[in-house]
């Protein structure tokens, strides 16, 4: 059974960059068929999509925050990583990974989320 | 951009059934999936391309689409179906999509 797991600083100062890794156990993201997705919930809010990437490199942003962010994948480790510049208190939000099956199929594998506080 | 709307919150005594709407502001609204939140976890898909269930779920969640709405029904409601439940859809110029979230409660 697939499962997915966030890692990274749950602290990050104004201006910087925030960084999340999201490991896959259970299943190689190398063997196609879904695109791996990050999702942001700020608190108390609903969920925003923040982007995706399929194990060839391509890449799927929300236009809100295309300038920003940046989703990369590393096979061999079996983990995808989120990347996002320039945060602001606005940027504070429970950050999700999840499994993407794609226009029709829905995210239907979740990490439990990383916490992220942007503050100086 | 693609904008969806759902009611804020619903409420269903025990037993009883949950209609959740969820509406586009595009005409016929794309490909739905639905997910579960309870508190303090994360989502967890209950509905996926309008009508079809993960396996695992309860045949009591089951989804609708006419137009440009989409329906979650809960048949049946208990007490642990208690979360707010999330529609979202894929749009051309926005991507993926959630709707605002309608927190069910269990009277």
């Known amino acids: 059974q697939v499962q997915l797991q966030e890692s990274g600083p749950g602290l990050v100062k104004p201006s910087q960059t925030l960084s999340l890794t999201c490991t896959v156990s259970?299943?190689?993201?190398?063997?196609?068929?879904?695109?791996w997705s990050w999702i942001r919930q700020h608190p108390g809010k609903g969920l925003e999509w923040i982007g995706y990437?399929?194990?060839?490199?391509?890449?799927y942003y929300n236009p809100s925050l295309k300038s920003r962010a940046s989703i990369s994948v590393d096979t061999s480790n079996n983990q995808f990583s989120l990347r996002l510049t320039s945060v602001t208190a606005a940027d504070t939000a429970l950050y999700y990974c999840a499994r993407d099956k794609g226009v029709w199929g829905g995210l239907d594998v979740w990490g439990q989320g990383a916490t992220v506080t942007v503050s100086s | 951009s693609y904008v969806l709307t759902q009611p804020p919150s619903v409420s269903v005594a025990p037993g009883k059934t949950a209609t959740i709407t969820c509406g586009g502001n595009?005409?016929?609204?794309?490909?739905v999936h639905w997910y579960q939140q309870k508190t303090g976890q994360a989502p967890v898909l209950v509905v996926y391309d309008d009508a079809d269930r993960p396996s695992g779920i309860p045949e009591r969640f089951s989804g609708s689409k006419s137009g440009n709405t989409a329906t979650l029904t809960i048949s049946g409601v208990e007490a642990g179906d208690e979360a707010d439940y999330y529609c979202?859809?894929?749009?051309?110029?926005?991507?993926?999509?959630f709707g605002p979230g309608t927190k069910v409660a269990v009277l």
């Open positions: 979202q859809v894929w749009d051309s110029t926005s991507d993926y999509v």
């Open positions: 595009k005409n016929a609204i794309k490909s």
């Open positions: 259970g299943g190689s993201i190398s063997r196609g068929g879904y695109h």
């Open positions: 990437i399929y194990y060839t490199g391509d890449t």
